[in-house]
């Protein structure tokens, strides 16, 4: 991979990469090189090819001297990756260069207006100063016009480029929080996050859907995973990765699935960093439409000048031709004019109205941060002062986000404290396995009174993964233990359930599934019940209407209920899966139902009021259970006495004009789908309103976009703040509701 000179010192290594003789100048103590890398995605549509050429995505892990389950070694992880960092770079990219005052200034001054009016002062400077009115000799006092007019466009243009400096600076902090996202990485055996900017070559990085990929790289471990490269390849569908087509590029998006990645490349060095750009601060609409009536007012002015110009001319010259003589001096009586004339322009030109819009919204972007809304398009800041609806979500915007399994059943046994003491060694086993096993989410525990533990993942997952740790389990050590899953079948909005596949070491089962998900749509797809002995019976109609009272129960006490169950395999189908295939989570074997607290945040129904007094309505869209959905939004006084509650389905089975007959008292959408978002949305735009909405997941993408405000929350993926207009950092309502005041 290296000039001919230096290849004299190389060898090739048993991984495929050149190996560097210790003691030479090359000498380093990882088997492959930034160039080699480099090499490797030049172009990267060949980045897998090459890599097979090479030894394959072994080869490459072992040359950078990491390893696929446990990530970079804890040696290193404690010294701080300076070898990693000396070799192969970091993952920051470059700031910009900051705004220069003098050339805002300049730009500024540029303006056609501005340059007139200096020509007309400096004009005026020189014949008041050198041949003033009274004949006679100079005289300062000739000056004062002249240097008037100069005076106003100094403190014009150094007032336009003091607040494009202001803008600059803002938006290109704005740029910087864009990168401010945490990552999940493996590293010394052990999950954890870190920032964008410190993810270095060899980390294990874990992706789910909606996640933004941070570095370039290869795939080691991956569930239905769909990469969305347009903003790199062009392509506009997403690309489904596979063995053959394994590569991921820093700045594309997890469209669906999950997946975990080596890291080859980093910051300046990926494909994304090579053609790193800064967004641009944009116009909003009205500054674009005062832009445009301030050039039509200029037009007119223009021409009326133009008329009082020529006419005082005509009057003058008339005057020169009755007199007997004239004398040159007269000719300062055409600079009047022509000062008059441009006086008119100035006046008639409304210069300062986009100018104060511009600060007026530089203030609010930099008040609206403060108050936890990271504005990513300006229009935003003045679509949400009219906003008349908005659709949020429940959880972590309504509600705390601070999920606990508070009551249940397991193996047919209720429970109301979650430690339970007395289950058999059997369905422990199934029940603690299963969450561990069946999850994305992953908790990184205090180790000090001074530090606090980090939920990474989905908040109903992490309350699971509680939940097991409860139970005297850690689920770390259940996940080293079990052996690794074969098939995941990711949850989706669409689906409402996610399971997980792995294999057993026994005759005559040689597969277990784990599955848990939505309790009605669980419970309907099992067949059989686990005992609280650990036997096995038949889950008959009855039992399953006792289940459903009970979900019913617990729903309408405000609790997010979940199923989790699982079945054994003869034999499963281990290929890959087209789109199409329905994951074969039929004829389950219930283990547990969990009622799961999420309390509502304490501010928010004093905000809902508020929003309701300026004649904003509020509704709640959400994929929970519809009772549990309507005693949150009761608790929230989003429900009213005669306000409607809807399902998804029912939603979606409704036409147009019923739809637009019940808008008006559609106060919750409960078990909604991302598309059902997106009509309601529709609609409510087609009724002239003007909608914002709040959104978390890569699914709520076409719903950010379509509404007049998109609203992202700053815990949601990356997919969705690329979409939104404004993204809601702490996540709380409240923020909202200052976005509008703002």
């Not at 090499?39 to 050429?53: G, R």
């Not at 390893?67 to 804890?74: K, L, M």
């Not at 116009?283 to 445009?292: N, W």
């Not at 209407?545 to 617990?554: G, K």
């Amino acid at each position: 991979f290296r000039s001919t000179a230096a290849s004299r010192l190389l060898t090739m290594g048993k991984s495929g990469y050149q190996v560097v003789t210790p003691g030479s100048e090359h000498d380093t103590q990882f088997d492959v090189t930034l160039d080699d890398v480099n090499e490797l995605f030049t172009p990267f549509t060949t980045a897998t090819t090459k890599l097979k050429e090479r030894g394959g995505l072994d080869s490459l892990v072992d040359a950078l001297k990491t390893d696929t389950h446990h990530g970079i070694p804890q040696s290193e992880v404690d010294n701080g990756f300076q070898a990693r960092k000396n070799a192969f770079g970091d993952n920051n990219l470059p700031d910009p260069d900051p705004p220069n005052i003098f050339a805002l200034w300049w730009d500024a001054y540029k303006d056609e207006m501005l340059i007139i009016l200096t020509v007309a002062a400096v004009i005026s400077l020189i014949l008041g100063v050198f041949f003033p009115e009274d004949g006679g000799g100079p005289s300062a006092e000739g000056a004062i016009e002249g240097a008037a007019i100069l005076g106003a466009v100094i403190i014009v243009t150094t007032v336009q480029a003091v607040t494009n400096y202001s803008q600059e600076k803002q938006f290109q902090a704005s740029n910087k929080q864009n990168d401010d996202i945490k990552i999940k990485v493996v590293r010394g055996g052990r999950v954890t996050e870190c920032q964008i900017g410190e993810v270095i070559v060899g980390d294990i990085v874990m992706l789910q859907k909606g996640d933004r990929v941070p570095a370039d790289g290869f795939i080691c471990k991956m569930n239905n995973c769909k990469v969305a490269e347009d903003v790199l390849s062009g392509e506009s569908e997403p690309v489904r990765k596979n063995k053959d087509n394994n590569f991921v590029l820093r700045g594309t998006n997890i469209q669906d699935g999950n997946c975990s990645f080596v890291v080859a490349r980093v910051g300046v060095h990926t494909e994304w960093g090579s053609n790193f750009a800064i967004t641009e601060f944009e116009q909003t609409p009205l500054q674009g439409k005062l832009g445009i009536v301030a050039r039509y007012i200029g037009f007119l002015g223009l021409a009326v000048a133009a008329v009082v110009f020529f006419v005082l001319c005509i009057y003058w010259l008339v005057d020169v031709i009755k007199a007997d003589g004239w004398e040159w001096q007269s000719l300062t009586e055409v600079l009047q004019f022509f000062i008059t004339a441009v006086t008119i322009v100035v006046v008639a030109v409304p210069e300062g109205l986009p100018l104060a819009v511009t600060v007026a919204l530089a203030f609010s972007m930099k008040k609206m941060m403060k108050d936890n809304n990271f504005v990513r398009r300006l229009a935003a800041c003045e679509t949400m002062g009219g906003a008349t609806q908005i659709c949020s979500d429940k959880t972590g915007t309504l509600t705390l986000g601070r999920m606990n399994v508070t009551t249940g059943y397991v193996a047919g046994q209720r429970f109301d404290d979650p430690k339970i003491y007395d289950m058999n060694e059997k369905v422990h086993l199934l029940l603690t396995q299963g969450i561990a096993v069946n999850s994305t989410a992953d908790i990184e525990f205090a180790t000090s009174d001074q530090e606090k533990t980090k939920y990474m993942g989905d908040s109903t997952e992490c309350a699971l993964l509680m939940w097991i740790n409860k139970l005297n389990v850690d689920f770390n050590d259940l996940r080293k233990a079990a052996p690794e899953s074969v098939k995941q079948f990711t949850f989706s909005s669409s689906r409402k359930r996610m399971s997980t596949v792995i294999p057993l070491d026994d005759d005559e089962f040689r597969f277990r599934m784990y599955a848990k998900g939505a309790s009605e749509i669980i419970l309907r797809r099992c067949t059989k019940f686990m005992t609280e002995d650990g036997s096995i019976v038949e889950f008959d109609e009855s039992m399953k209407e006792e289940y459903f009272q009970m979900i019913e129960e617990m729903a309408s006490n405000g609790l997010r209920t979940l199923c989790m169950a699982y079945r054994d395999f003869k034999v499963f189908d281990l290929g890959e899966a087209d789109d199409d295939d329905e994951p074969p989570e039929m004829k389950l074997t219930l283990l547990a139902l969990a009622g799961i607290a999420d309390p509502v945040r304490p501010e928010v129904p004093d905000a809902v009021r508020t929003c309701q007094r300026a004649g904003i309505t509020v509704r709640m869209v959400t994929g929970d259970n519809i009772l549990t959905a309507k005693n949150i939004a009761r608790q929230c006084n989003i429900l009213t006495d005669d306000g409607i509650a809807l399902e998804g389905p029912e939603f979606a089975k409704k036409s147009d004009a019923e739809l637009d007959e019940i808008l008006p008292r559609l106060q919750v959408l409960a078990r909604s789908a991302p598309t059902d978002k997106e009509r309601l949305v529709g609609r409510l735009q087609h009724n002239s309103e003007l909608v914002s909405v709040t959104g978390d997941g890569a699914n709520d993408v076409k719903a950010l976009r379509k509404a007049h405000v998109g609203l992202a929350m700053g815990g949601g993926s990356e997919v969705a703040k690329d979409a939104s207009d404004i993204v809601i950092l702490d996540d709380n309502f409240t923020s909202i509701l200052k976005s509008v005041m703002w």
